[in-house]
């Protein structure tokens, strides 16, 4: 909406892509007219019904738009961030259910800014053949579906790869401010693009990324009259998950993390790709337990950004016309199975926290148990915005913020690639539903959990005689959603 800093010349593939984009939202109009005199049309939800100005497609302005995504963060970790708990959660719907499809970094980041799965995207890893930002279709995502009616920002971390495409000053479609990490998980010394600038931060207090991240969020909001759409994403809490100075001694007494399924002894029923794994001991066990703290106080920096956020929507007159959406791009294994990092189908990494607050909908604070997954973000700011999401794959969440007790969905797709690297899982497609998660790999044992009956996913039920039904069913299931299936994984190469 603002004017274009430099940087934003497209590849030489999406001048297609803009012509497509162009000749759908033709198509699309041209729709609307034809229909127009016959029906009545569903208006946004933003859609003045007070005005009486003769004309039904006029509209009152859009909400601003304030998308939070964490990186690596568990979804049980949102009693350590009170600010959040207080600006948000007393305000909103904190959503006890959210997933995402693929619990990894980059694939999930391309499905929150497009609506689509993996398969659709075409990124189903960080890196390699299937992932990363080359692999992206960045000619069609909420910065470019927004930009004509929002200035738009980024905050934080794109995509992972983002840095070896174009330059480290290269800047995506569709955003007006870019303010970009350009290596993964870096709090102090490191460089940062300022909109097709590269400027380098050591390692002073004013240095943590979190924050110039957070001033720079909070610079644009005060800066624009316009609607807004920003899109707040700093490291937290990824790895190697440095502490802001003053955060370093924060949870010292915290209990050590003993869950039911840590370090688990009896694995016989798991898939061989677990059954490989040792048992922690010793030093492996010591990091993991400090990593768990020190993730928890880099949380404690973002907590105070997204404090500040709302403080400034406040005091410019937004607040109480904005959609304020927090969450995180996929979760964490702490030891849990004998496991640490993601990408794997356990609850640990694919359940997400996610919180929403729009007051214009949202009348209080409440819970809400239904299964929402990332791939539902876009088309819920894309409604509320009054824009077209193209080819999004998810549900508008707007029905559950108007009533709690709408239609809804009972399961969703888990899908993920593998390069098949010994220490990796095997690709694999799976569904988790209500109660059961079905989980199949591309080789292996696959595995089947009663969540209801078992929510630490100790017994592989898969070759119960008496789970033959739902097994069944869950395979089927399985078949229809996972269609495109991910690209095959190579056995690895057996060692010793």
Known sequence: M????PGHAPKPRQAADFARTAKLAGAVAGAVAVIAGAVVLALPVFADREASTGNPFERARPPDVVLIVTDDQRFDTMSRMPIVQEKL??????FANAFVTNPICCPSRATILTG??????????NAGRYGGFPNFYEASTLATWLDEDFDTGLFGKYLNGYKTAGGKGFIPLGWDKWISTIANGIYYNYDMNFDGTVRHFGRDPEDYSTRVLADQAVSFIKGTKDPVFVYFTPPVPHGPADPEYQDRNEFATIPRWFPPSYNEEDISDKPQWLKDYPQLHGPSENYIQEFRVNQLRTLQSMDRGVGRIVDALAETGRLDNTLIIFTSDNG?????????G????????????????????????????????????????AELAGVPAPEAEGDSLVRLFENSKAPWRKDFLLEHWSPGRNSDPPTFCGVRGQRYKYVDYSYGTDELYDLQRDPDELENLINDPAMRQIRDQMRRRTLELCHPKPPKTPRPVPTG
């Open 332 to 340: 964490y294994m702490w030891g849990e199975h004998r496991l640490m």
């Open 342 to 381: 993601k990408g794997v189908a356990y609850e640990e990494a694919i359940r997400v926290p996610l919180i929403v607050r729009y007051d214009p909908l949202i009348e209080g604070p409440r819970t809400d148990d239904h299964i929402v997954v990332n791939v539902d973000l876009a088309p819920t700011i």
């Open 2 to 5: 603002s004017s274009r800093p």
């Open 116 to 125: 689509q799965y993996s398969h659709s995207t075409g990124v189903y890893a």
């Open 89 to 94: 959660g007393k305000h909103g719907i904190t």
